[in-house]
């Protein structure tokens, strides 16, 4: 096996590994895509709403 050499061992030891860190336009990215999928989940409630209702509604005047 090879041995580390000391001043090799003492640069890996300096090196920072904390965890790798989030770019800015990845957060804004997410951002964008979690705004659409709630608008449309909001949009296709209210269409399903609004249509259950005027359904309704027809079904009475039919009688």
């Known amino acids: ?5 000391p001043k090799a061992l003492l640069a ?3 090196q920072k ?3 790798s860190q989030i770019s800015v336009t990845t957060i ?3 951002m964008v ?4 999928v709630v608008s449309s989940v909001y949009a296709a409630y209210k269409y ?3 249509k259950g209702i005027s359904a309704a509604a ?3 005047e039919g009688n």
């Open 48 to 50: 399903w709403a609004g």
């Open 17 to 19: 590994k904390g965890p």
């Open 28 to 30: 804004i990215t997410y």
């Open 58 to 60: 027809v079904g009475v």
């Open 33 to 36: 895509l979690g705004v659409l």
């Open 1 to 5: 096996m090879a041995k580390i050499k």
């Open 12 to 14: 890996q030891s300096k």
